[in-house]
């Protein structure tokens, strides 16, 4: 499975440590991780963070390609007023001729 753009968000989840939420991105291996930016009840720093192996990290990342799959998907087809682009060129002809040599 191809790896999404580093720094790419996949998840979204609370942390486990001060219940802040905390955003789970890739790295540059395509490896999902988090750090905790939030404080604890006396303002002390959360500060905790999580790693995750490559087959954690390929779950998240599938994920969130059909979660984003789905949303476009549902945002296109439930607008009527597109319709398909198409060429109306019925004057041309197909040549007909050699491909490799334009005969």
């Given at each position: 499975m191809a790896n999404l753009a580093v720094g790419t968000i996949v998840?979204?989840?609370?942390?486990?440590?001060?219940?802040?939420?905390?955003?789970?991105?890739?790295?540059?291996?395509?490896?999902?991780?988090?750090?905790?930016?939030?404080?604890?009840e006396s303002g002390k720093p959360c500060s905790h963070h999580e790693r995750y192996g490559k087959a954690a990290s390929q779950r998240l990342q599938l994920a969130?390609?059909?979660?984003?799959?789905?949303?476009?998907?549902?945002g296109v087809e439930d607008d009527k007023t597109l319709e398909p682009i198409r060429a109306d060129n019925d004057n041309e002809k197909p040549s007909g001729g050699n491909f490799l040599f334009g005969g």
């Amino acid at each position: 499975m191809a790896n999404l753009a580093v720094g790419t968000i996949v998840h979204k989840k609370p942390c486990p440590n001060c219940a802040g939420d905390v955003y789970i991105k890739l790295n540059k291996n395509g490896n999902a991780y988090f750090y905790c930016n939030g404080s604890d009840e006396s303002g002390k720093p959360c500060s905790h963070h999580e790693r995750y192996g490559k087959a954690a990290s390929q779950r998240l990342q599938l994920a969130f390609i059909q979660k984003t799959r789905k949303t476009k998907t549902l945002g296109v087809e439930d607008d009527k007023t597109l319709e398909p682009i198409r060429a109306d060129n019925d004057n041309e002809k197909p040549s007909g001729g050699n491909f490799l040599f334009g005969g």
